[in-house]
């Protein structure tokens, strides 16, 4: 069966610092794979989606990258971290082209900035 | 495009009551519908799925959806609440569309009273 593993779970980071949230995929071969943030008592905001090792595309413009280095291996990062980079990450996979669209997440990673 | 519209940002029942959570869709081709559920500080699980197979769809926990095309309404059901239904509850749309991207609602919070 198909697993999605995400960590680090809770991250409390100085503002400039930087940031490394992992995100691999177990049992399922080229997934699309997602990343969204969830600001406190909002929704979901989709960050970065990829369809393909080195694929990244950027759903907005902000303080924050992506890469996708091995099929099942998706990693967000910073260079220099901001206040309002705070919220919880959520990864995400999908089977792609022939999937439904039914999205799998990862159990979260909350990142408090200070 | 499609896009979907969560009627209520907070819902309050009782234990043992109905619930029922409205989404409504937009959509220019065939979508797939979805209904997820998180718990605080948790990753999204899906509910249920609609696919273009039977229009009441039946999930998790005793939750069910029914897909009314000429209304363009997903709307999720329960007969009786129970407290650990409290969550936040997404509607999503996907119709193969916007790169394939989901399109998610900004979520409905379910309180149970006991």
């Known amino acids: 069966s198909q697993t999605i593993h995400q960590w680090p779970a809770t991250l409390v980071q100085p503002v400039g610092s930087p940031l490394s949230l992992e995100c691999t995929v177990e049992?399922?071969?080229?997934?699309?794979l997602y990343w969204y943030r969830q600001a406190a008592g909002r929704g979901l905001q989709l960050l970065f989606y990829?369809?393909?090792?080195?694929?990244i595309s950027s759903e907005v413009p902000q303080n924050l990258s992506a890469s996708r280095p091995q099929d099942r291996q998706f990693i967000l990062s910073s260079k220099k971290l901001l206040l309002s980079d705070s919220g919880f990450y959520l990864c995400?996979?999908?089977?792609?082209?022939?999937?439904?669209?039914?999205?799998?997440f990862g159990e979260g990673s909350r990142l408090t900035v200070l | 495009a499609q896009s979907v519209t969560q009627l209520d940002s907070h819902v309050s029942v009782s234990e043992g009551t109905p619930v029922l959570l409205r989404c409504n869709y937009s959509?220019?081709?065939?979508?797939?519908l979805f209904w997820y559920v998180q718990h605080p500080n948790k990753g999204l699980q899906l509910l249920l799925k609609?696919?273009?197979?039977?229009?009441l769809v039946k999930g998790i926990n005793g939750f069910e959806a029914e897909f009314k095309k000429s209304e363009t309404s997903f709307h999720l059901t329960k007969p009786s609440a129970h407290m650990s239904d409290a969550a936040e509850y997404f509607c999503?749309?996907?119709?193969?569309?916007?790169?394939?991207?989901?399109?998610f609602g900004d979520g409905t919070t379910l309180t149970v009273k006991p």
């Open positions: 999503v749309v996907s119709d193969g569309t916007n790169a394939g991207k989901s399109t």
């Open positions: 959509s220019s081709y065939s979508p797939s």
């Open positions: 609609y696919t273009s197979a039977a229009t």
């Open positions: 995400a996979w999908s089977v792609s082209w022939t999937g439904t669209g039914e999205l799998f």
């Open positions: 049992g399922t071969s080229n997934p699309n």
């Open positions: 990829s369809v393909g090792i080195g694929q």
